[in-house]
């Protein structure tokens, strides 16, 4: 595979996409061209989709969205058990508006990433991409009070 699409590379240009709309829009030109099936590449590239939606006009806000959409069920199909394809789809649907219909899955993966970090380390998350899920679910509110505190206390 391409250097360009190995997971350190991708987690850093999410990361900076993520905050940044000129690096949103280099992490969407990068992953526009690939074109290859497998899960964790293709749920960056849903991501990337979401983050241009996040950044379009809002003519262009909803295509995008169906995107990222469309990516992550491909994603899924190729490994419904990877925790980290779970995650990303997480973050974004977690942030759809629910009227639109593109967030059916935020209940289970919320779930699914509960249990992952629980089964650390064999969940099939790395020391980063476990510290990644549990401070958003912390961070960002997805998980009640007890949760938060039982999460805290697990370690990388």
Known sequence: ????????????????????????????????????????PLAYKAASEAIRARDASMFNKLTYAQAAARI???????????????????????????????SP?????RQYLLDALRQHPQSGLDAEAFNTVRNFLIGRGHVSAEQAQELEQLTA
Not at 11 to 37: C, I, P, T, V, W
Not at 74 to 96: M, P
Request: overall charge negative; charged content about 25%; glycine content about 4%.
């Open 1 to 40: 595979m391409d250097s360009s699409y190995d997971l350190a590379t991708l987690r850093s240009h999410y990361e900076q996409a993520a905050a940044d709309k000129s690096a949103g829009e280099k992490f969407y030109k990068l992953m526009s061209n690939y074109q290859g099936n497998e899960a964790l």
């Open 72 to 102: 992550f069920e491909q994603a899924a199909a190729a490994n419904s058990n990877n925790a980290e394809v779970r995650f990303l789809r997480f973050s974004v649907e977690s942030n759809i508006p629910a009227f639109l219909g593109l």
């Open 105 to 109: 899955h935020v209940e289970e993966d």
